[in-house]
């Protein structure tokens, strides 16, 4: 018997970014992916897969900062919209969008609770061909509109459920990176109720009852294992979520602020000013300003 070490990875392309691209490879899509929470991050807050929230088929792409109702009414429908019907019906949808663009849309929940939303497209949608599309879409879009696979019922099926372990499997492994051996297994529960909870209102007493204790005397305890307040780790890991949705995707303020647990964008920003010692916005527009000179 022989055995025979794997030929190591292209440097600078990620693990999970190399399965995506290897599933769209295989099913001739664009994959997006809507971190709701910010949790596909590394430990220093960095996105798990940046760029990957935007839909990057040339037809959705494209007009985005051609036309000035291009990316309203996308960020509209494919954000604000889906994720208003997952919230209501978190199930596997196919989505036909306003440039009637079909797409497959999947929810991955984790122990009940929705954490991503998947996409995997475009189509051309059923009964919809080149010549009938509306006026106000330009010609290169109907020469790629008609290049585009129809639905095929099967692989829908196979990404449906392909997407659904993916997604999973994402969540998990961000998870294990961020795992840390503790020597007691109450701090190992205290963290992992601010990393379930953190994109939500969480309190001392919530904490206390899952360690069937006071909220004061869990309050005591946190300091005593984990050498901070219960306040400090939350806003730590609220900070951390934060840091990986600035920087990996174009989500507005407000939208984040309520992803990672603020009431308003306010609140967000006075938190995230004190962490990090300047404003999302500043903090966002520098950090892009760096990545357009290190491409240079």
């Not at 990404?159 to 969540?171: I, M, Q």
């Not at 305890?221 to 984990?226: G, I, K, P, T």
């Not at 306040?231 to 934060?242: F, G, P």
């Not at 174009?250 to 300047?278: Q, T, W």
């Amino acid at each position: 018997m022989e055995f025979f070490k794997l030929r190591e990875p292209p440097e600078g392309i990620s693990g999970p970014e190399r399965l995506l691209r290897g599933i769209e490879a295989r099913y001739g899509v664009r994959l997006t992916v809507h971190d709701l929470y910010g949790k596909l991050r590394g430990p220093d807050g960095s996105p798990l897969l940046p760029a990957r929230n935007l839909h990057a088929h040339e037809c959705c792409s494209r007009g985005r900062y051609q036309l000035p109702f291009w990316n309203t009414r996308c960020v509209e429908e494919c954000f604000r919209e889906t994720e208003a019907l997952l919230d209501r019906e978190p199930v596997p949808h196919r989505k036909r969008c306003w440039k009637f663009l079909t797409e497959l849309v999947v929810p991955v929940l984790r122990k009940g609770s929705r954490q991503l939303t998947m996409f995997a497209g475009v189509f051309r949608s059923e009964n919809v061909p080149p010549e009938s599309l509306p006026g106000f879409l330009p010609e290169w879009f109907r020469i790629r509109y008609a290049e585009l696979p129809e639905i095929n019922e099967t692989r829908i099926a196979e990404l449906t459920d392909l997407l659904r372990t993916v997604g999973l499997g994402l969540l998990e492994e961000c998870e294990a990176h961020l795992s840390l051996p503790a020597a007691d297994r109450r701090m190992t529960r205290i963290l992992e109720v601010i990393r379930r909870s953190a994109h939500k209102t969480v309190t001392l007493k919530e904490l206390g009852a899952e360690l069937s204790l006071s909220p004061e005397r869990a309050r005591h305890l946190v300091r005593e294992l984990c050498g901070r307040s219960f306040r400090d780790l939350l806003e730590e890991e609220r900070m951390l979520r934060a840091r990986a949705l600035l920087l990996g995707s174009d989500r507005k303020l407000s939208d984040i602020a309520g992803a990672v647990g603020y009431p308003n964008e306010f609140c967000f920003n006075r938190a995230f000013a004190r962490h990090y010692g300047m404003p999302p916005g500043r903090f966002r527009k520098m950090t892009d300003k760096i990545s357009v000179q290190n491409l240079k």
